[in-house]
Every structure is written in structure tokens, then in C-alpha cells.
């Protein structure tokens, strides 16, 4: 890195002013693959006597130098044109390249190889705050191309990453539309519950939800370790385990042993569980158990509801979990902290609701489970594909990376693909390779190297 530095790494600063003594501090969690989020940034700060800012211009390098996470850790990001000068704060470095030797597109899509991504994180030091140096940064050492190749290989992997963004857009799409679906089954339940008080169809009865629930069963506080429970350990469930949408037995906790156990409070097959207590955005999940493993209990945060004999159990399941029973729960809901409200069973039973006769709740609890049932099978497939589009990402950037990259032209099937070439070529001028550290910087490589990150690229094209 240090060979290709037109000026030297500068860190930003905690407290910065400039002329007016104030500047807006670009965030940390402005740096994403897509590039640099100019709109996330940190009001106006300021301190009399502190030295002037680091600023950050259109086409400098930011890295993000100190992180909590691997993954976020080191994360590049190329400020794009038209950026304001703004702020850095001390976990974001500044990089200004030489461009007469290393492109700072390319050098984006460098930073991003797992080539480079191996040596930060073995530089990295520290705790539960992990850190870069400037020494380790400097030391990276980088796989330089002449600069004509390293136009040729941004002019196809810009078309490439043009494919892959029409793609991640219709996979947002297509996770738009999970949700969608799940609304949809939602509102064939709301139809009459969102103004319970006009007029209804035939059979139809106004009411509210203790009108058709015949007890409340709560769960109680028990000593418990941080670990899940294993094999035949009593366990415990948390809110996590309610509020995803489906029952998730592998969210608990393992009670103590030596703990009383009441029984009756272990969770069964069929049971509909809803959340008493926790954030405004979680309170009043509720799920029905589709499966669970024996030993689970009921926790002091968690409700069990039991339907009157002549109410459908998933009729009622679903309709807990539309947008109008749980913005009644928020509403009604109570708590010193903002961040933990809880609801009584008494203002739960007193939320009023529309009933519709046995037939129709049948009918409507078939087909909101159906459908429900049928957006949580397509979220993960949307996931998985979109994991696919990060790993062809990588594995493009990769190949680029190592002289691998395969010409739009020849690609027809995978088994012709075809490798653009790579020659060394002429030594670069001393003028323009020589830099602080003295070193010329390495030239493309050209030894046969481990293809495993790349071998993937246009299979994972063709299944996308």
C-alpha cells in the first residue's frame, strides 16, 4: 500500500473544528459495498482549540480502521463524485492514491478481494474493539496490474456488476413481495377488525378477545444458565423465541438444577403463545407452536392462550398477529422503560374484535396459515439467492484480482470460459513505481494460484 500512497494515510479525529469551528463527521456505517452514504453523517460537532478536521473529497479511499466485527472491520469504500467535503471521525482512514500507478475504482474493488481481505484480518489487533494500524495498512501488499489493464478490467467488471445489480434489484423485489404476501393473508382477517364497530357480514358478531379465549396461562421466572438446553434439561423459552413469526424451540434457556418445575407450564404441539413483555416493536408477537421439543417451558415474559371450544385455533393465532390486534396491544401496553413495556391480561382480554361464525373462521385460519406458511418458505430462498449474488461478487473480484477474469465475449457455457491473458509486460517507470517505501510495486502475478475463489464465478452467474 505505502508504494501507491500520493500522500501519507491520515486518521480521522474524535472532535474536530474547522474555520466556522464546526463540521459534519461522516459515520462509520456510511462505508457499504455500494460506496460511500454521504446523508449518513453525525450533526454538526465542534471543540475551541481542537486541530482542524481530516476531510474527505471526491475519489479518496475511506477504511473503516476500528470495528466491534470482523466483517465491518477494514470495510473500503471509494467516495464517489459530487461529495461534499465532510468530517472523518478517528475509526475512518483516509487513503489518496497516485493515479498515474492504481486507479481508486480498481483499488475499490481490490480492497474487497479475499486476497486482501485475509491479510486484514490476521493484522487485525485488539479486543472486543478490533483495530488497524497504519503500519499494517501500509504493508498490505496489493497485486498491481498496469494501469491500461486495470482500465480493461474495470470496463467488464462494471458491466458484470451491472448484471448483478439488475439482479439484487429484483431480489428486493422479490422480498417485497414475501411481505406482501404475508399482509395479504393478514388482511383477509382484518377486513372486518380494522373498523370492528361498522357494519358486519351475516353471522358476524362484535366482541372482544376474551370473548373467545377461555384462560390465560402465564409462565413464571426460574434461575437459568445462558446456554440452551441440552439433551433432557429442563429448558426455558425467551422472546426471541415468539417474535420471528414461527415458534423457534432453539431460542431458551437451560434451567438450573435444583429449580422448581410446575409441569403445566411446559409448552405443547398446537399451543398459541404470545409475548407479554418486551420492546414496542415486539410486544404482543404471538405464534402457534407447530413443533417443539419435550422439557420447554412457558417463561414470565410469555402467555399461552387457550380458544374457547368452538374457536379455530389458527383462526385465533392469526388474527393476534395482524397489524390491528398488535397496534391495540401497543396502545394499551405499559412500562417505566421505553425500551421494555408489558401488557395485563385484563386490557389483552379487553381489545375489542369482530367474530365471524365457526365455518368462516375455518376457512379464513386455512388459508392465513397457507399463505403465512408459504412466505416463510420463500424468505429463505430469497436469502439464499441473495448470498449467492454476494459470494458471485466475490468471486468476480477475485478473479479480477488474479488475472482470471473471464471476457464477456467468450463466455457461453462454463466450459468456455476463457482467461484474459496475462503478461508482466514492461517494468513501470521508476517515476511512477518507486514510492516511500522504496519498493517497486509488485506487478501482475503471473504463477499458477489457487483457484477455489474463482472457479465460481460464471456457475453462480447461470444459476442466478
Not at 385465533?316 to 395485563?344: C, D, E, F, P, W
Not at 511512477?432 to 499458477?448: C, E, V
Request: charged share 25%; glycine share 10%; aromatic share 4%.
Amino acid at each position: 500500500m505505502a508504494d501507491v500512497l500520493r500522500s501519507p494515510l491520515a486518521i480521522g479525529r474524535s472532535k474536530a473544528s474547522g474555520a466556522n469551528g464546526r463540521w459534519t463527521v461522516l459515520r462509520p456505517t456510511a462505508l457499504s459495498l455500494t460506496g460511500v452514504d454521504c446523508r449518513d453523517v453525525d450533526e454538526s460537532v465542534g471543540g475551541a482549540g481542537q486541530r482542524d478536521p481530516v476531510l474527505a473529497c471526491e475519489g479518496d479511499f475511506l477504511i473503516c480502521r476500528s470495528a466491534r466485527t470482523l466483517d465491518r472491520l477494514g470495510r473500503g469504500a471509494l467516495v464517489g463524485d459530487g461529495f461534499a467535503p465532510v468530517a472523518l471521525p478517528s475509526s475512518i482512514m483516509r487513503v489518496q492514491v497516485r493515479p498515474a500507478i492504481l486507479h481508486p475504482e480498481y483499488l475499490g474493488h481490490l480492497w474487497r478481494s479475499s486476497q486482501v481481505r485475509d491479510q486484514l484480518e490476521a493484522a487485525a489487533s485488539g479486543g472486543r474493539m478490533r483495530s488497524l494500524t497504519i503500519r499494517a495498512l501500509n504493508e498490505v501488499r496489493l497485486p498491481l496490474p498496469r494501469l491500461a489493464e486495470q482500465h480493461r478490467i474495470l470496463d467488464i467488471l462494471r458491466e458484470r456488476l451491472r448484471r448483478l445489480d439488475r439482479g439484487g434489484a429484483a431480489l428486493r423485489r422479490a422480498a417485497a413481495g414475501v411481505t406482501l404476501l404475508q399482509d395479504a393473508a393478514y388482511g383477509a382477517l382484518t377486513l372486518c377488525c380494522d373498523a370492528p364497530f361498522e357494519g358486519l357480514p351475516p353471522g358476524w358478531s362484535r366482541g372482544q378477545l376474551g370473548d373467545v379465549i377461555k384462560r390465560i396461562e402465564a409462565g413464571r421466572s426460574l434461575e437459568y444458565d445462558r446456554r440452551p438446553a441440552w439433551g433432557d434439561e429442563w429448558g426455558v423459552i425467551k422472546t426471541s423465541a415468539m417474535t420471528h413469526g414461527v415458534f423457534r424451540e432453539t431460542e431458551n434457556k437451560a434451567v438450573r438444577a435444583g429449580a422448581h418445575i410446575d409441569e403445566a407450564h411446559e409448552i405443547r404441539v398446537g399451543d398459541i403463545l404470545l409475548c407479554r413483555a418486551n420492546s414496542p416493536d415486539h410486544i404482543g408477537a404471538a405464534v402457534q407452536v407447530a413443533a417443539c421439543r419435550p422439557r420447554l417451558l412457558l417463561s414470565d415474559k410469555s402467555l399461552r392462550l387457550v380458544p374457547e371450544q368452538n374457536i379455530d385455533g389458527r383462526w385465533l393465532a392469526q388474527l393476534l398477529a395482524t397489524s390491528y390486534v398488535r397496534n391495540q396491544i401497543s396502545q394499551q401496553s405499559k412500562g417505566v422503560l421505553a425500551s421494555m413495556q408489558h401488557i395485563s391480561q385484563a386490557s389483552l382480554r379487553n381489545i375489542p374484535i369482530s367474530i365471524p361464525p365457526p365455518g368462516e373462521q375455518k376457512r379464513l385460519g386455512q388459508r392465513a396459515t397457507a399463505w403465512t406458511l408459504g412466505g416463510q418458505r420463500l424468505h429463505p430462498q430469497v436469502q439464499k439467492a441473495h448470498e449467492k449474488s454476494e459470494q458471485l461478487r466475490r468471486a468476480l473480484t477475485d478473479a479480477a484480482c488474479t488475472g482470471r477474469l473471464v471476457d464477456p465475449a467468450g463466455v457461453g457455457t462454463p466450459q468456455q470460459e476463457r482467461a484474459l491473458p496475462v503478461r508482466p509486460g514492461p517494468s513501470p517507470r521508476a517515476d511512477d513505481s518507486i514510492g516511500r517505501s522504496g519498493h517497486r510495486p509488485a506487478l501482475w502475478p503471473t504463477a499458477d494460484r489457487d483457484t477455489k475463489t474463482t472457479i465460481a464465478a460464471v456457475q453462480l452467474e447461470l444459476e442466478l
